[in-house]
């Protein structure tokens, strides 16, 4: 199975801050990765698609770049409504796996 | 616009099963693929497996192999997650989502269900 690695597991961050995080794969993928935040108690909701491509209705603030085994999620400038979860999935292959999350906690 | 409703929280002994449904409307359910992903309390996504309806043939991911079954109806356009032998590390809330793939690298989750709590206790 590819392993899905995030890092940091958590941050602190005010609002307007430019966030970025990152997801490591433990084999080449490609582009085949995908973002999701999920709210306390919500469904995970689609972000970026194929590393960086935007989902319709989703910010420009968001952003997502990388291939291979390295990617990144960046948040332009933070709103009050991203403090939440942060997940990429691989789907590069079944088993869909999935990061640990990073979470996005207010300063 | 496509939505997917699930059945509601569910609360079962160990060593039982329980069987959640996913109903969706708004696309075109018999060739999309749908797909089952848990949430244990606290903890990150698990993706179990999926079905594409007009296939009839679900994949599993290989730790749910043997005690889950995902199944579909195309008459009621329903999805269904049945999962057997419960212990209470399946405590969880488990999600559908649709499974969309456009193309050479496009295969996401672009539509969720709410979830659906499963308790397993004695």
């Known amino acids: 199975d590819i392993q899905m690695t995030q890092s940091p597991s958590s941050l602190s961050a005010s609002v307007g801050d430019r966030v970025t995080f990152t997801c490591r794969a433990s084999?080449?993928?490609?582009?085949?990765v995908n973002w999701y935040q999920q709210r306390p108690g919500k469904a995970p909701k689609v972000l970026i698609y194929?590393?960086?491509s935007l989902q319709t209705g989703v910010p420009s603030r968001f952003s997502g770049s990388g291939s291979g085994t390295d990617f990144t999620l960046t948040i332009s400038s933070l709103q009050p409504d991203d403090f939440a979860i942060y997940y990429c999935q691989q789907s590069y292959n079944t088993p869909y796996t999935f990061g640990q999350g990073t979470q996005v906690e207010i300063k | 616009q496509v939505q997917l409703v699930q059945s509601e929280t569910e609360v079962r002994k160990p060593g039982t099963s329980v069987k959640v449904s996913c109903k969706a409307s708004?696309?075109?359910?018999?060739?999309?693929?749908i797909t089952w992903v848990r949430q244990a309390p606290g903890q990150g996504l698990e993706w179990m497996g999926g079905i594409i309806p007009i296939f009839a043939t679900a994949s599993y991911a290989q730790q749910f192999q043997g005690r889950v079954t995902i199944t579909a109806d195309e008459f009621t356009t329903t999805a269904y997650l049945e999962v057997s032998s419960l212990r209470s590390e399946d405590t969880a809330v488990y999600y559908c989502?649709?499974?969309?793939?456009?193309?050479?690298?496009?295969?996401?989750?672009?539509?969720w269900g709410q979830g659906t709590l499963v308790t397993v206790s004695s």
């Open positions: 989502a649709r499974n969309i793939r456009v193309g050479a690298a496009e295969d996401y989750f672009d539509y």
């Open positions: 084999q080449s993928i490609g582009t085949f």
């Open positions: 194929a590393a960086s």
């Open positions: 708004g696309g075109t359910f018999s060739s999309d693929s």
